[in-house]
T-cell receptor, first 113, second 113 residues
Framework: DAMVIQNPRYQVTQFGKPVTLSCSQT?????MYWYQQKSSQAPKLLFH???????NEADTPDNFQSRRPNTSFCFLDIRSPGLGDAAMYLC????????????FGPGTRLTVT | AQSVAQPEDQVNVAEGNPLTVKCTYS??????LFWYVQYPNRGLQFLLK??????LVKGSYGFEAEFNKSQTSFHLKKPSALVSDSALYFC???????????FGDGTTLTVKP
């Protein structure tokens, strides 16, 4: 089945130790999103790609970076995780059409010790 | 600017009873409206959407939603709730001119046997 895959599902990192979360998709969608979700709150958009065109949200901390080497893969890099970065990170995809829904991966739960 | 409100943090219903999860929105153009469901430790899953046309939209798992332009609402409904419907529900809106969706804060639905 076509899907959005996130690895790992659970990630533990130390305060200040860089960490990378990965997302892959078999849907061939040209838009990919990264969201941060804390404690069953609304997902907060960090950034998104239209193909390779990167769009950063104004309030996304510089500590968060992203890479999209090809259509299928997208990475979230947290350069120096703080305790406040502990959250669920959700990857989603969509086609480039405002009427189209998003397909979400299962998420990666990040713990910072 | 676009915004969405889910006025109830929690909705409790008995199994077999009808359920309603409320959503109101604000957009400057025409709205594209979506409902997603999230089960514990999972990503969001698309349920249904309103783009244009019939105000009553039918979606997955027996859910439906009614678009009401005069009341700027898009309430999620189901005629007969199941215990397995217990989850976190998010309403999202996208303006015709917007590059991204805005999510509500979510409503936790609990269906008791």
């Amino acid at each position: 089945d076509a899907m959005v895959i996130q690895n790992p599902r659970y990630q533990v990192t130390q305060f200040g130790k860089p960490v990378t979360l990965s997302c892959s998709q078999t849907l061939n969608h040209n838009v990919m999103y990264w969201y941060q979700q804390k404690s069953s709150q609304a997902p907060k958009l960090l950034f998104h790609y239209y193909d390779k065109d990167f769009n950063n949200e104004a309030d996304t901390p510089d500590n968060f970076q992203s890479r999209r080497p090809n259509t299928s893969f997208c990475f979230l890099d947290i350069r120096s995780p703080g305790l406040g970065d502990a959250a669920m990170y959700l990857c989603a995809t969509s086609i480039l059409d405002r009427t189209y829904e998003q397909y979400f991966g299962p998420g990666t739960r990040l713990t910072v010790t | 600017a676009q915004s969405v409100a889910q006025p109830e943090d929690q909705v409790n219903v008995a199994e077999g009873n009808p359920l309603t999860v409320k959503c109101t929105y604000s957009v400057s153009g025409n709205p594209y409206l979506f409902w997603y469901v999230q089960y514990p430790n999972r990503g969001l899953q698309f349920l249904l959407k309103y783009i244009t046309g019939d105000n009553l939209v039918k979606g997955s798992y027996g859910f439906e939603a009614e678009f009401n332009k005069s009341q700027t609402s898009f309430h999620l409904k189901k005629p007969s709730a199941l215990v397995s419907d217990s989850a976190l529900y998010f309403c999202a809106v996208r303006d015709t001119n917007a590059g991204k969706s805005t999510f509500g804060d979510g409503t936790t639905l609990t269906v008791k046997p």
